[in-house]
Structure formats: C-alpha cells, structure tokens
C-alpha cells in the first residue's frame, strides 16, 4: 500500500536519489549522456532543497511511500485559478505500478484545495511514456513548447 504525504526536509536526499534515477532511465537518448551524468543525487537534492526554500505559495512537494521507502514523488505550484504539475517522478522499477497515477491524483486534489481551476504541465519532447501517461488522465498538447535544462543541456 502507497502512503502519499508533504515531504519534508529529511526527504529530499531520498527525493533527489529518486530525480536522478528517474531522469536517468527516463530520459536516455533524449538528452546527452555527459549532461545526464551531471544529474545525480546529490545535485538533485541540492535542487529540491531551493526549490522547498523558494516555492511560492500556494505549493506542494508530496512523496510515495511504500514499505518504508519512498519511492516517488510529485510538485506543483499554483497562481489564483491556475496551477502547474512540474513534476512526478517515479524510482524506475516502480513504472506502471500505480503509484504515478496516486501521486498525480492527490497533487491535483491540492490544486483544487488552492481554487485552481485550471492546470498545465511540461513534458519532454520524446518521452512517450510520460505523454501517453498524461492522455490517459485528460490532459492534451497545446502545441507550446519550452526550453528546459537538463544537467546542463537546454532540451
């Protein structure tokens, strides 16, 4: 059974543990490999610690605990109506157990705490995985598209 909590400080050397295994197995052959070395876990939990410090309110970092262990987690910020999913990330050998789908269930329950009315998302051209993801749940292209580093490359 999935236990989905607000993370907390003590979390986020686990969270960054989870960020770059994901990154790593999500993003192979998307993004250049010399830039996916330089995402470890510590750099990522370096990230989330900012991130936790300037996250402006209303904001939610949750994670998935399952036997003990956390083994996803979720971010998303919002602004009067509207809000953004910014991340789920999920340890590798957790993909297609569920624990996504629970991370992004209780991360939009936060945006209609906050009022959001209305929510967006970014997804890295090519991860087919993540995009046939966010259709299954109601979500569709709009046909923007953003610039986002990765370990030091712009993708």
């Known amino acids: 059974m999935v236990e989905i909590r607000t993370a907390t400080t003590d979390d986020l050397d686990a969270v960054g543990r989870v960020h770059a295994a994901s990154r790593a197995a999500a993003y192979a052959g998307l993004v250049p490999p010399d830039a996916l070395a330089r995402v470890t876990p510590a750099t990522q939990a370096e990230v989330w610690r900012q991130r936790m410090a300037a996250s402006p309110a209303p904001s939610a970092l949750l994670v998935a605990i399952e036997g003990g262990e956390l083994v996803g987690f979720t971010h998303g910020t ?17 993909l297609g157990s569920g ?4 991370l992004h269930d209780a991360l939009l329950d936060e945006f ?3 009022g ?13 995985r993540a995009q046939a993801f966010y259709r299954r749940n109601g979500w569709a292209h ?11 490359a712009v993708v």
């Open 99 to 102: 624990v996504g789908q629970a």
């Open 142 to 152: 709009d046909g923007r598209t953003s610039e986002h580093d990765v370990g030091g």
């Open 116 to 128: 959001c009315v209305r929510a967006e998302l970014w997804v890295l051209r090519g991860n087919e």
């Open 112 to 114: 209609v705490g906050w």
């Open 78 to 94: 919002g602004r009067e109506e509207r809000a953004e999913l910014d991340a789920i990330h999920l340890a590798p050998d957790r």
